[in-house]
Every structure is written in C-alpha cells, then in structure tokens.
C-alpha cells in the first residue's frame, strides 16, 4: 500500500488535525529502529507520519521528536510497560487503547511483522492482522 493509498483511505475515515504537527526525522527513526533492532515496516512508517495530519481516536503512540499532538511515544510506552513486568521484550506498541491494552509490533518479525492486539487485562496477545497492510485495510470497520 502506498502512502498515497494510505491518505486517501484515512481521508474517508478521520478529521484533520486542527495544529500542524511534526513528523519524524530521518533522525527519530533511526533512534527507533536501532533500540528496537527492527526495520520498520514501510506502510507502518508512512502512516505514522500521517498520523501528524489526522486526529485517530485513542492514543497512536509518537515516534517525532519535534511538535507532537501530546501523546507518549512509542519508546516511553514501551520502556513503562516493561518497568512493570510482564511486558513482552518484542512487543512494540504503536496504539494505545487505554486500560493498558495496545496494538503492537513485534520486533523479531521486523520487516514483515504482523500486527498484535495486548490485552492487559487478560494478559493475552492476539493476531490481528498478518500485516500492517492488512491492519489498515481493516481500519474502515474498527473505526466504525
């Protein structure tokens, strides 16, 4: 999925954020990548990068450095989760739900990670998607 592909179906699904917000340097995802020894997957970068255009309910976890619209990043969400045990090393959360329940990555998969659904209350991970391609092709109906 391209990251025009990407913009036009969050075009149909999400408000405009009403600030401009920063998205992640070159730098910022380097940062990333290297704490987590995963290359990211292209789609899951280009609409982390949207996320600085749209407003999505809940919390996507930041990865900027710069002008963020407030929410934790991903590095701090995940350096928490894992101060309070029971937290996966290769889960990397991206989506907050809230409660402590997260959809994530897993970094052994990078490149071609699926996407999982932690549940914290159950303390159970749980394939949502084979790709982050198919995660987003499955937003229209999450969202709704």
Same mark, same amino acid.
């Given at each position: 999925?391209?990251?025009?592909?990407?913009?036009?179906?969050? #075009?149909?699904?999400? #408000?405009?954020?009403?600030? +401009?917000?920063?998205?992640?340097?070159?730098?910022? %995802? =380097?940062?990333? *990548? &290297?704490?987590?020894?995963? *290359? !990211?997957? $292209?789609?899951?970068?280009?609409?982390? =990068?949207?996320?600085? $255009?749209?407003?999505?309910?809940?919390?996507?976890? +930041?990865?900027?450095?710069?002008?963020?619209?407030?929410?934790?990043?991903? $590095? @701090?969400?995940?350096?928490? =989760?894992? &101060?309070?045990?029971?937290? &996966? *090393?290769?889960?990397?959360? !991206?989506?907050?739900?809230?409660?402590?329940?997260?959809?994530?990555?897993?970094?052994?998969?990078?490149? +071609?990670?699926?996407?999982?659904? !932690?549940?914290? =209350?159950?303390?159970?991970?749980?394939?949502?998607?084979? +790709? @982050?391609? $198919? %995660?987003? &092709?499955?937003?229209?109906t999450f969202l709704?």
């Open positions: 999925m391209t990251r025009d592909e990407i913009k036009n179906l969050l #075009d149909g699904l999400l #408000d405009k954020e009403l600030v +401009n917000l920063d998205i992640p340097s070159v730098r910022d %995802w =380097e940062k990333i *990548e &290297k704490k987590f020894g995963c *290359e !990211f997957p $292209e789609e899951f970068k280009d609409f982390i =990068e949207l996320m600085s $255009e749209y407003s999505f309910p809940g919390d996507i976890l +930041n990865v900027s450095s710069g002008k963020t619209n407030g929410n934790d990043t991903i $590095e @701090f969400t995940y350096d928490y =989760e894992i &101060k309070q045990g029971g937290w &996966k *090393e290769e889960l990397i959360p !991206f989506y907050s739900i809230g409660n402590g329940d997260y959809f994530c990555l897993l970094s052994n998969e990078c490149p +071609n990670t699926g996407v999982y659904y !932690f549940s914290h =209350e159950e303390s159970t991970i749980d394939k949502e998607a084979s +790709n @982050f391609e $198919e %995660w987003l &092709k499955q937003l229209p709704s």
